[in-house]
């Protein structure tokens, strides 16, 4: 989550919140938000879906990718937005209805894959015993 406590700054302040107003806004309280802006914490994700949608933005943009510099560069690019680049997400993502349940099924899968790493890395381990 490199780019997160960046773009959570970045993001209130392009909204004009304080610290201190993001209880009154999402819930959290000024510590919290502190923590998760300075890289002290990290949301869980629930609180990263709550985070992304209320600043309409995608949890890939919120956590892949410096959002302060997207911006800057499609200003530049003569496409002056309002709202954040969605675009740097396929489509199949912003078509999730149910994002909790797909983010379950992408852990699901890594735990799967990391298993299967482990599996195949034990087998080599063995062919090279022998």
């Known amino acids: 989550m490199h780019f997160l406590g960046d773009n ?3 993001l209130r302040k392009k909204k004009g919140l304080l610290q201190s ?3 009154q806004e999402i819930g959290f309280t000024r510590s919290t938000w502190s923590n998760y802006e300075n890289g002290l914490a990290e949301p869980s994700v629930e609180n990263l879906l709550r985070i992304a949608h209320f600043f309409d933005v995608s949890l890939d943009s919120l956590l892949g990718s410096d959002l302060s ?3 800057a560069t499609e200003k530049t690019a003569g496409r002056d937005r309002q709202s954040l680049p969605y675009e740097l997400v396929p489509e199949s ?3 999730v209805k149910e994002p909790r349940q797909e983010l379950t099924n992408i852990l699901e899968e890594l ?3 990391r298993e299967e790493i482990q599996r195949i890395r034990q ?3 063995k062919k090279k015993k022998k």
Do not use: I, P
Request: glycine share 0%.
């Open 8 to 10: 959570l700054s970045y």
């Open 21 to 23: 107003q993001m209880q």
């Open 69 to 71: 510099t997207t911006v």
């Open 93 to 95: 993502y912003s078509a």
């Open 111 to 113: 735990k799967r894959l």
């Open 123 to 125: 087998a080599v381990k």
